[in-house]
Structures are given as structure tokens and as C-alpha cells.
């Protein structure tokens, strides 16, 4: 998959090519490869590096700012549900500790093993445990991360309470879905692209419910979102944020390393 971009207010372009290949997930392997170029604005290419922790670190990130805006941080949420045990999962977890000090983190995954290994990686305070099913991870939870590779819906209506918010970031095709019909269609759910020209035509989760979406994250950062997604919404709504992950996110992170590296050397 080809990712180019320019960004002008740092001098940079480039592109990220990434190998999207689910399967790994049993191999013990990340699901996603792959390789950063980058180069300054009259074509000379400054660096190469691997793709990998820099998707890591943008994606969560993202995933990070969009919560704090959509989910407040007071009253604190207690309770964090991480559905999917990968790369994705840590990064997740690691960068929404940064916003809040939560007191119970569940994490489900359909490899026991692969749940187990990520807590004993993470856990710190005792706070992260394993559970058994997607219900239990999500019940009463107040931020929910699904970071599977599931070609079908994991969670559900059912799974989710009011006032929640939930971070999808595995499904990043058309034909893959983490997120069910009825909590995508549900008239309190509150969706949120990174991209809305995007999310309508690879987000599975979107594009074959046809659920609308309410506002852009550069929106929000800008205050200027649709009235019908407010930064101090109240809990009578489920917010949802998709999160494709954007080329030009992956070029800032890139340079922002390779600006690191000249500082360093």
C-alpha cells in the first residue's frame, strides 16, 4: 500500500509502503511492514527507516487526541478495554496512560497466549488483567481500542455502554469490520474520521453500513465540528473515532526522529 505526502510547513515529502499481510498475527509477526522515505522539497532523500514503530507511535497518538477531546478528562474514565492483543494494543494502552490513570484495563484477545504476554509486558501497577470474552472486556467501560484483524464485527450495541468511547483501529479496508451494525447505526453514536473522503471508501466499518460521519479530528482540533459532535458531550452518546491513520502523520513523526538524530549526532 502506497502512502505519499508533502508537507510544506516542515520542508519535507515522502512516502511509506506498507505490506499489510493479517496471517502474521500467527506467526508472531506484526500485521503490518513496511518502509519511510523521506525527502526534502527539491527531492533529495534525507532518510529511509523502518515503518513500523513510527505507525505504532502515530497511530495511538492519534487515537489519544481524539479521545481526550471526545471523552473529557474529568470526571476521569476508569476503566480502559483493549480488544486485540498485537502492536497496536501496546502502543494503545501505552499512550492513553499518558492522559489517564486508569484503574482497571482489560484486554481480550482470541489468543489467551497472545493477551497474556501483552499484560505481563505492560502491566505495572496491577491494573491490566485478561478476560475472557469481548463482553466482559467492554462492560461498563469507558474507552474501548479494538485492534484486531477480524474480518467481522467483535463489538456490539450490547458491549457498550452510554457515555463510552471507543477507538477503531484495526479495520482498515472495505471488506473488514470490527464494530456491529447496531452500535454503528445506533442514533446516540457520534462517529469521527481522521479522514471523512477515507473513511467512506476503505473503512469497512463505514462503508458497509452506511453510518454517517459526524465530524473530521482536524475539525475538532480547530473547534469548527458539526453541532452534533461537541467537545463537552454529555453521556447520553457513544462517541466513535475511526482511525485510518493519515501519510502526512507518518512523514511529521519521521521527521521529527530524523530532526532528532541530526540534534543527537
Not at 514503530?53 to 495511538?60: C, D, P
Not at 489467551?112 to 502491566?123: H, Q
Not at 468511547?165 to 457520534?190: F, K, W, Y
Not at 467512506?200 to 462503508?207: N, R, S, T
Request: aromatic share 4%; hydrophobic share 40%; proline share 5%.
Amino acid at each position: 500500500i502506497p502512502m505519499p505526502a508533502i508537507v510544506p510547513s516542515r520542508g519535507v515529502m515522502g512516502l511509506k509502503v506498507v505490506c499489510a499481510v493479517p496471517s502474521n498475527s500467527s506467526r508472531n509477526l506484526p500485521t503490518h511492514l513496511g518502509m519511510i522515505q523521506l525527502y526534502n522539497l527539491h527531492g533529495v532523500l534525507l532518510c529511509e527507516m523502518d515503518a513500523e514503530e513510527i505507525t505504532a507511535r502515530r497511530t495511538a497518538i492519534s487515537s489519544a487526541i481524539a479521545t481526550h477531546l471526545l471523552h473529557p478528562p474529568s470526571p476521569s474514565p476508569q476503566i480502559l478495554a483493549v480488544v486485540g492483543a498485537g502492536v497496536q494494543a501496546a502502543s494503545h494502552v501505552t499512550a492513553l496512560r499518558e492522559l489517564y490513570q486508569f484503574s482497571e484495563i482489560r484486554v481480550w484477545n482470541r489468543t489467551v497466549e497472545r493477551a497474556s504476554s501483552l499484560v505481563s509486558s505492560l502491566s505495572s501497577g496491577g491494573e491490566m488483567r485478561v478476560v475472557g470474552s469481548v463482553g466482559e472486556a467492554c462492560r461498563d467501560a469507558d474507552i474501548i481500542c479494538t485492534v484486531t484483524s477480524s474480518p467481522e464485527p467483535v463489538v456490539k450495541r450490547e458491549h457498550v455502554k452510554l457515555g463510552a468511547h471507543v477507538n477503531i483501529v484495526g479495520a482498515s479496508s472495505p471488506v473488514t469490520r470490527e464494530i456491529a451494525d447496531d452500535l454503528m447505526l445506533d442514533p446516540a453514536t457520534q462517529i469521527v474520521a481522521d479522514c471523512t473522503t477515507a473513511c467512506l471508501q476503505e473503512a469497512g466499518d463505514v462503508v458497509q453500513t452506511g453510518a454517517k460521519v459526524h465530524a473530521e479530528l482536524g475539525s475538532l482540533l480547530l473547534k469548527n465540528c458539526d453541532d452534533a459532535t461537541q467537545r463537552k458531550r454529555d453521556d447520553d452518546h457513544i462517541t466513535v473515532f475511526k482511525n485510518l491513520g493519515l501519510a502526512f502523520q507518518d512523514l511529521i513523526t519521521a521527521d521529527m526522529v530524523y530532526r532528532s538524530y541530526l540534534q543527537a549526532n
